[in-house]
């Protein structure tokens, strides 16, 4: 081969291999996806916080780092109750919060976290995914250009922090309690002031006096928040959330602009989560309720029949009240208590009857 023909067969090569890279290039860039999400929780916040900057890690671990997602507690980039519109406008991809907090534009989101006298997680679980609460949920954010998905759970929550005995309804009257969703609405039908404060701000609202009582999540997570130097009546069962989901919101554009891989990859993260969190909200809460009643002075406390007859009664007026916001939540409202209906037979004869037969033979 002369030099001549040589130098011509290189160049050829030269400029397709040339052309390759150009053309490869741009096709890696659009295959990477930069995500930025917002949450309601503090850094670093044991379970709400650790558990959504998990997700956050998996994420990019799952793909190798191709997804890679910039993460934002509260207030790091919005306000923790801006986060719901910061994603649905766009300026950010996802959101991990509790939906409840914003059933101010439509009453339908407490029924996606918790509502008073609702669904357990084994049961929140199984309307979600095979009740038509997806569905559903889909309907509602799809509204408001957003997608949701499960993204986490605290299980049945305590009843709050009081800084008195609560031995009758009469009892919760004046009362200013930070209590956000449905439960909030409850209190108030029972002559308390509800106030919603995000978690980072409930400690010094209880210790100045502002507010009288609280309700947070359950021993793991209270404990570590100080509530007990404040409030020493520390009540359960929480009516108000018997099974707390977290929520992965995403803006409905730019998740339909994503591929199918990369839908099933986030659907699986969150679905992780959901199950990881409430594994390691079981696996705490009970040595950190033993803590504050042996070491920290708390005094455990069940509210009595009579109390949560008239936590029912209310509810059933606040449910009314949300029913006749539209046909939405109508639809809504009727799921759920269909669900809670046949969940509820079912877990009486398996899950409650074993474990009332467990705990009666172990003495617990």
Known sequence: MDRRSFIKKAGVATGAAAAATTLAAPAIAQDRVEIAMVTTWPRDFPGLGTGAQRLAANLSAMTDDRIQVQYFAAGERVGAFDSFDEVASGNAQMYHAADYYWKG???????????????????MNAWIRFGGGQELWDELSGGFGLKCLMAGNTGVQMGGWFNKEINSADDLKGLKMRIPGLGGDVMAKLGASPVSLPGGQIYENLVSGAIDATEWVGPWNDSFMKFYEAAK???YPGMHEP????ALGMNKSWWEGLSKTDQMIIEAAA???NDIMMAEYNAKSGAALKDLVENQGVQLREFNDDVYDAFFEAS???FESARDHSDLAKRIDASFRAARVDLGAWSKLTIQAYIAQRNRVLGV
């Open 233 to 235: 009546y520390y009540y």
């Open 271 to 273: 679905s992780q989560e």
């Open 105 to 123: 534009k439509h009453p339908g989101w407490a029924y996606f976290t918790a509502v008073p006298f609702g669904l357990t997680y084994d049961e």
């Open 316 to 318: 059933e007026e606040v």
């Open 243 to 246: 099974g707390s989901m977290l």
